[in-house]
């Protein structure tokens, strides 16, 4: 389905009644990134799963930001257009940023939260996080998302636990939507400027995660992840103390797409 808005015309998966899920994905993905997770909860919940801006099926207007907070500007008109409410938000990489701030603000419509191997900090606080967004949001990481298309073809694969799980038709269903080298540069590499230019947003999320206290929230949290690793996953444990956490040994950052079956399960019972 498709929805216009002030930024340009929204793609979407609607499927299933009941409870709201609100899927935000992160990058390079789309929507498809949760297809085994809609698949199965759609039986008992209704699943909606946009994609970005500049991402799957939804438009890639030129005059977009493309930034986290403009991502979750657009994510936010959504919710208010389709008139969402109880939402439980199941956040991933780049969605942590774009969704939390539903959770965030004052009368939110979110009431529950599953995260999945993302973050809600300023990262230049991290020397080894800080040097990757560097490389990857200057010069020479706009070169190589243009013309080798790394985010997909070298930074995903790698971020995998076990890399035989990124099938070819797997990621042919992801790189097919990046074809177009500007399209790259348009929606894939500003988000990794973003990973130091947006600090004030990222700060904005941290200031105001006391406000989670009493919601219920869920980390599942792939343990191989080059990208996000354990340690940040103990920052969240700090932040968020009251959280229940389920790692995955064997998966890494995307363990809903390598261990599709367990991690339904775990979000199942924290539904229940």
Known sequence: MKIALSEGETYYEDQGSGPVILFAHGTPTYSYEYRHLIAALSKRFRCIAPDHLGFGQSSRPGSFA???EAHAAVLRESVERLDLRDITVVVHDFGGPIGLPLALETNSRVRRIVMMNTWAWPIDDDPKMARGAKLIGGAVGRCLYRYANASLRLIMPSAYGDRKKLTKAIHGKYLEVFRDRD?????????????????????????RLDRLSKTPVLIVWGLKD??????QLE????????????????????PHEEEPARV????????A
């Open 183 to 207: 399209a790259r540069v348009l929606g894939l590499h500003a988000l990794a400027k973003s990973l130091l230019g947006s600090r004030a947003h990222y700060q904005s999320l941290l200031d």
């Open 264 to 271: 339904v399960e775990v979000i199942g019972a924290f539904l």
């Open 235 to 254: 920052r969240w444990r700090q932040l968020l103390p009251a959280a229940t956490v389920e790692t995955i040994d064997g998966a890494g950052h995307w």
């Open 66 to 68: 493309y930034t986290p």
């Open 226 to 231: 080059s990208a996000f690793q354990p340690y």
